[in-house]
């Protein structure tokens, strides 16, 4: 496999349940990133994570928890979310930009989230 | 000042049309531009980036258009097919250097293309 991979690729869940997202990255890189995807919003960035640490966590409601346990794997908990919490989340990965050049973010197809 | 704005909304234009996509930022630390495409049930690609120190890139069919004063880039598709339908987003980040990583982008709202056969 190559890339980023996101699974799973659809999620229907109660607002009581708890269920994971899984992200996994094939490319070498040392940043993972969790973005949420709704409808005519711009992308919002969830949470980064750098060398496995967490760097970024943008007032992200604490019913999503994050977990990086290396540098390929990332998982998004999630439990008792709202409806409005439905969205598409992405999985990105990116490498530290070195002297010459911007990094550059790959995604992974996204895990369409639905709560009734 | 951390907003970008794309527009138009939505863009329906006929197979062979110049399709133009604009974005306006307001943060002038903002050094990087990159356009992601974004096909159904796919995550956002990247398609074509600039920096603020040149006025354009043309890559194949896509070309971004940049304007450092008024602080406005756009995406021109030239020769627009039907396989280029999807949604575009546009984007600002700023580049620390040896130790950034990407958690400073920001993106537009998107545009959804539909070219027309």
């Known amino acids: 496999e190559t890339g980023v991979t996101q699974t799973p690729r659809h999620l229907v869940m109660g607002m009581t349940n708890k269920k994971s997202l899984k992200c996994e990255q094939h490319?070498?890189?040392?940043?993972m990133y969790w973005y949420k995807q709704s409808a005519k919003k711009p992308l919002e960035l969830m949470f980064v994570y750098s060398l496995e640490e967490r760097v970024e966590n943008n007032s992200v409601p604490s019913r999503f928890s994050p977990e990086c346990p290396n540098s390929s794997h990332l998982f998004l908990h999630l439990h008792t979310l709202q409806p409005e919490d439905s969205a598409l989340y992405l999985c990105a990965s990116s490498q530290a930009a070195d002297v010459s050049g911007a990094n550059v973010l790959t995604f992974g197809a996204g895990s369409r989230l639905t709560v009734l | 000042q951390q907003q970008v704005k794309q527009s138009p909304q939505s863009l329906i234009v006929q197979k062979g049309g110049i399709s133009i996509i604009n974005c306006a930022y307001e943060n002038t630390a903002f050094d990087y531009f990159p356009w992601y495409q974004q096909f159904p049930g796919k995550g956002p690609a990247l398609l074509i980036a600039i920096r603020p120190d040149v006025s354009e890139k043309k890559e194949g069919r896509f070309t971004i258009s940049f304007n450092k004063s008024a602080k406005q880039f756009s995406l021109h598709i030239m020769d627009s097919q039907p396989g280029d339908s999807a949604t575009y987003f546009c984007a600002a980040s700023i580049t620390y250097g040896r130790h950034n990583y990407g958690q400073n982008f920001v993106f537009g709202p998107g545009t959804r293309l539909s070219v027309l056969p």
């Open positions: 490319l070498g890189h040392n940043a």
